[in-house]
């Protein structure tokens, strides 16, 4: 169940009186925080009541909802995606009370000021509070909210060849690997492919599944077993949380037998990842597919020599496709103005091609000044080095 609000209309919504009630809902964006449930209980406290909420984004947040906003987001074991909008631009978000972040956590985007957070989970960047107006912190594993807004050119291409891997082929187990730098959007491609309409209708079994670095595979297989039971509206098997790895590897390979699934591996690291998961997964004939993202070409070839899967390169975009993505996003679609045409050109350089880093700066670009050139040169100067080889962009920008 979904209540959806397109990102860009920031009012947010009412909610239903008892919305503490919808226990299997998972995508709630934008609600409003200064509203109050039934028996006047605040909304902000109901939240931690939807346990099975993935995205979340809340609106009209007052420093003072801040406590109870985290008692209820540590409550929310499977949040992907997290929003946050102050009521105004400078308004404290009071995030110090947060002692969990939830492990799944992708994607956080905060509108406001911090005043203080805790950094030891290596979740929130942000600079000195005494010298940034707007700071921004994007995750490019975890890019649910550029995927509405990006409208990425050049991805028709690997989306085809993609979705021919997927849905044709012979009927046994296939392994399909996209593999580039961070940046290039790898996630946003095979995200655009796992949500199209002809492949959910192919499969009768999806998960995707974040990997990254530090995911226990006992982790993985709990997502992987809480996905594909919700996905059928059955409640998860009891004892999930405190089964042992073989009891779990059985238990979703059971589950799969007489299934054509796809399940996404999302930002494999290491072989061992694959490894350790790979025999859950049974050859069935069915027509299955396995997808997954990485950064290492020794990682993607070896996960598919098994299947006698499929490699796909994801390369930069070219500099025409850079451009044209740049002015969609910065300039709505219009022609870029002869003014910024050369600083323009001078901050897309900076980005080598990586749609992502394109959509991030244009997006903070869009609200600039077209008169004053100097703030784009001071953007332009901020960046230096952060783009290389990073996963994160950071902005600062320091006040006039």
């Known amino acids: 169940m979904t209540v959806n609000l397109k990102f860009g209309d920031l009012s947010g919504f009412k909610s239903p009186s008892q919305i503490g009630r919808l226990q299997y809902l998972q995508v709630l964006r934008l609600i409003e925080a200064d509203q109050s449930s039934e028996g006047g209980i605040s909304i902000v406290k109901e939240l931690g009541r939807l346990t099975q909420l993935r995205e979340l984004g809340i609106g009209n947040l007052r420093r003072e909802d801040g406590v109870i906003l985290c008692s209820s987001i540590e409550k929310l074991s499977n949040l992907r995606v997290l929003i946050v909008l102050s009521t105004k631009e400078d308004e404290i978000l009071d995030l110090q009370s947060l002692s969990a972040v939830p492990r799944f956590l992708q994607e ?21 509070r005494s010298n940034v107006v707007n700071n921004s912190w994007y995750d490019y594993r975890g890019d649910a909210l550029l995927l509405e807004e990006a409208k990425l050119v050049g991805i028709e291409m690997p989306k085809r060849q993609l979705m021919e891997w997927l849905v044709e082929g012979d009927s046994g187990l296939k392994a399909v690997s996209v593999v580039g730098m961070g940046g290039l959007g790898k996630t946003t491609l095979v995200k655009k492919v796992y949500d199209d309409a002809t492949a959910k209708k192919h499969f009768d079994g999806h998960a995707w599944l974040i990997v990254s670095e530090s995911l226990r595979a006992e982790d993985l297989l709990k997502d992987m077993i809480q996905q594909l039971f919700e996905e059928i509206m059955q409640p998860v098997p009891v004892g999930v949380e405190t089964m042992s790895i073989n009891r779990l590897k059985c238990l979703a390979n059971d589950f799969l037998q007489q299934r054509r699934y796809v399940v996404v591996f999302d930002d494999v690291w290491n072989v061992n990842a694959w490894e350790a998961i790979k025999h859950v997964l049974p050859d ?8 997954l993202t990485t950064r290492f070409t020794h990682i993607a070839s070896t996960c598919c020599e098994e299947t006698n899967g499929h490699v796909y390169d994801l390369m930069p975009l070219s500099q025409e496709e850079s451009w044209t993505l740049f002015c969609n996003k910065t300039f709505r679609g219009n022609l870029c103005p002869p003014n910024l045409k050369q600083i323009s050109l001078r901050i897309l350089k900076r980005c080598e ?9 244009s997006g903070v670009l869009a609200t600039k ?8 040169e001071m953007l332009y100067r901020s960046l230096g080095a952060e783009l290389e080889g990073n996963d994160k962009i950071e902005l600062d920008f320091p006040q006039d």
């Open 369 to 376: 000044d077209r008169s004053r050139i100097d703030e784009w």
């Open 353 to 361: 091609g990586l749609p992502l880093a394109i959509v991030a700066i």
């Open 108 to 128: 956080l985007y905060l509108d406001g000021r911090l005043e203080k957070y805790h950094d030891k989970y290596g979740i929130l960047e942000q600079g000195s």
């Open 284 to 291: 069935n004939n069915c027509g299955s597919r396995v997808i």
